[in-house]
């Protein structure tokens, strides 16, 4: 198959926003089961990405050896809903140094907010979207933003 052929499913990906990042065979199965196990949090941040912000955003996103919660590839964006678990984890630092290694800029919110002060939560996303350069606008920017 010819490398810019259209059937060529590197150069989709490529065409969609998408980079080519690297992923481990398990990351696929594992994506689709947290996709289906999202927590309360996920799920309020995950509508408001999905049908309130002009930039496409993926969720439960397996990139390298990590599934990511929420991705934005335009702007190289990562964002993580996190509980009290994740406070001072040593994995959690390995996992940013890997995605800032690879071009993402991880922003980390908290469950509490996401539930108590979801507006704040989606203005400090839309701040972090504003100051990312990107490579072209996912969808066409809606009312209201």
């Given at each position: ?30 994506a ?51 509980g ?12 940013d140094?890997?995605?800032?290694r ?16 979801l ?6 996303i ?20």
């Amino acid at each position: 198959m010819a490398c810019g052929s259209l059937l060529n499913p590197i150069w989709l990906r490529h065409a969609a926003g998408m980079p080519d990042v690297p992923r481990r065979p398990w990351s696929r199965a594992m994506a689709r089961r947290l996709r289906c196990d999202m927590t309360e949090p996920e799920r309020r941040l995950w509508y408001v990405l999905r049908h309130d912000f002009s930039w496409k955003f993926r969720r439960q996103e397996p990139i390298g050896p990590y599934v990511c919660d929420f991705v934005c590839y335009a702007k190289r964006l990562v964002v993580e809903v996190d509980g009290i678990q994740h406070a001072d984890s040593e994995h959690d630092r390995r996992r940013d140094r890997f995605l800032r290694r690879i071009g993402f800029e991880v922003h980390r919110v908290w469950n509490d907010d996401v539930m108590t002060r979801l507006d704040e939560v989606v203005e400090g996303i839309d701040a972090v979207l504003a100051s990312r350069t990107g490579r072209h606008r996912n969808r066409r920017p809606r009312r209201g933003r």
